[in-house]
């Protein structure tokens, strides 16, 4: 049991570095464009991560829960993923990159089930389709951004960059609160997931064979907690990167990169796909960004956090392959 809590502790971290890691994601853009202070907006972006809750379903969760085979799964197999995925988190924070939590969890668990029990042991359908979200997701924002951005520039192009400004600035409130709400609903999701598969693993919760697992209300209410959290602790460093390095935004720029994001992130949760928050809004600024001027983008820039993209996945997996070596080495139960 004492395992079991500490594991639980170890997630609820992971969800509070998601938060701190993240929020360059929910409020880059808001902060860039002087709408809010970053201590308001970071306040406004934890209340909305927070009730996130009462929008979806958790089929995230639930995804998560069964990625790995219930007969591989073992307490120290999801605290060595849970290592690798925030030590990784870690690392790119530090380096100012604004990679995947989400994508970091799932190469976290790949790693330490591959080195347990092979590939067989991970559901393969959930990390397909988590591939092929790591194109559509920002592919889905750049697009969205650029078309939201040319319907912007085509209808209000005629009026005067103070007025549309003014206009856009209180939009913008509206936009960032929809996109805290996608990213506290998608990525609160992967930390319950998480503890489900613990308590499963603990024989703490039963699934009937087949069927998605349940995430009890009190696993849901801690891990929305704990990311909201995480938001208002900050993430200052990725924040210049998302929202001052790539491209230069204004208030009506800032909001087509949020509601595109949030209109990905919602159209993901519903589908039950765990998808990159950080993919997502970095691919809608590059899309409202090129609009307006396609030298705008910084490509070096955004040339970087592409190949952060593509390591995340190897990179946390490897951190917990070893961290499940050492830890069985240890005299730890596999």
């Given at each position: ?151 912007v520039m085509q209808f209000f192009g005629r009026f005067k960059p103070s007025s549309i400004d003014r206009s856009f600035r ?165």
């Amino acid at each position: 049991m004492e395992f079991l809590i500490a594991i639980i502790a170890i997630a609820l971290v992971f969800d509070f570095i998601n938060g701190f890691h993240d929020a360059a994601n929910s409020i880059a853009t808001v902060v860039s464009t002087r709408v809010l202070s970053p201590m308001l907006a970071v306040v406004w972006a934890a209340f909305f991560n927070f009730v996130a809750f009462l929008f979806f379903q958790t089929k995230v969760a639930g995804n998560i829960a069964k990625g790995v085979d219930p007969a591989a799964a073992s307490l120290t197999l999801v605290a060595a993923g849970l290592v690798g995925a925030i030590i990784w988190d870690l690392l790119t924070w530090w380096w100012a990159l604004p990679t995947s939590s989400s994508h970091a969890l799932l190469g976290g668990l790949a790693g330490a089930a591959i080195v347990k029990a092979g590939f067989g042991a991970l559901d393969g359908a959930l990390f397909l389709k988590t591939g092929i979200f790591i194109v559509i997701s920002p592919t889905l924002g750049l697009v969205l951004g650029a078309i939201l951005m040319r319907l912007v520039m085509q209808f209000f192009g005629r009026f005067k960059p103070s007025s549309i400004d003014r206009s856009f600035r209180r939009l913008q409130l509206v936009s960032a609160a929809l996109y805290s709400i996608g990213h506290g609903g998608n990525d609160a999701q992967k930390t319950m997931g998480i503890i489900v598969a613990a308590l499963m693993a603990g024989n703490l919760l039963s699934v009937p064979h087949g069927e998605k697992p349940g995430v009890p209300l009190w696993v849901v209410l801690i891990c929305h907690a704990a990311m909201g959290l995480g938001t208002l602790a900050g993430g200052w460093r990725i924040i210049r990167t998302m929202g001052m390095r790539i491209t230069k935004l204004v208030p009506s720029g800032g909001f087509c990169a949020e509601t595109s994001g949030a209109a990905t992130l919602f159209l993901a949760t519903s589908l039950g796909v765990p998808v990159s928050t950080t993919h997502t809004i970095t691919g809608s600024i590059i899309g409202v960004g090129s609009v307006r001027k396609f030298s705008a983008v910084r490509w070096g820039v955004a040339g970087r956090i592409i190949w952060a993209w593509i390591l995340t996945i190897p990179g946390s997996a490897a951190i917990s392959a070893a961290s499940y070596f050492i830890a069985t080495k240890l005299g730890l139960p596999p």
